[in-house]
């Protein structure tokens, strides 16, 4: 999943749009149904995204979040900046 500077979704992989969007009508590539507010709601009070992409913009670094388990996954989160 990428972000910018908005932040807001702007391209996910097939792993994040089956998490995610569920329509089988478009590729992932082509999503454009992503919301960063759909994904900060699934991860709730664990991790709080727009903090950790403002200081992934602000530092110019690579960040690792911590894991988050949903429905049984665990995912791993990891920002870039683009
Ligand atoms: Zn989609």
């Not at 590729?27 to 507010?37: F, G, H, N, Q, T």
């Not at 690579?62 to 665990?74: D, E, H, M, S, V």
Request: charged content about 20%; hydrophobic content about 40%.
């Amino acid at each position: 999943m990428m972000t910018d500077t908005v932040p807001e979704v702007v391209m996910v992989n097939s792993v994040a749009h089956d998490l995610f969007c569920h329509s089988k009508g478009h590729s992932p590539l082509e999503c454009r149904e992503i919301k960063l507010a759909m994904v900060q709601e699934r991860f709730g009070q664990r991790l709080n995204l727009a903090i950790h992409i403002a200081s992934c913009m602000k530092h110019h670094r690579p960040q690792k979040l911590k894991a988050i388990t949903i429905n049984g996954k665990t995912w791993r989160v990891y920002l870039s900046r683009w």
